[in-house]
């Protein structure tokens, strides 16, 4: 199975399927299949999110942009 990342409405971007997320250190975080990760910037649990969108009123982008090619 592929990686299916979804950013959810003014929330988290939501990872499933087989992945290896690591910290900065080069350290391997342990997950499950499934990670909800922070994208407003405020959760004390970063990467993952911990629900602080909802209390700071985070609005995330309509819709993604697409990517250009570099040249």
Known sequence: MAVKI????NGPYVVEGEFELY???GKLVPTSGRAALC??????NKPFCDGTHSKIGFQAAEAAV?????K
Request: glycine share 12%; aromatic share 0%.
């Open 6 to 9: 979804t950013c959810r409405p």
């Open 23 to 25: 910290d900065p250190a």
């Open 39 to 44: 994208r407003c910037g405020g959760s004390v």
């Open 66 to 70: 697409a990517q250009q090619e570099k």
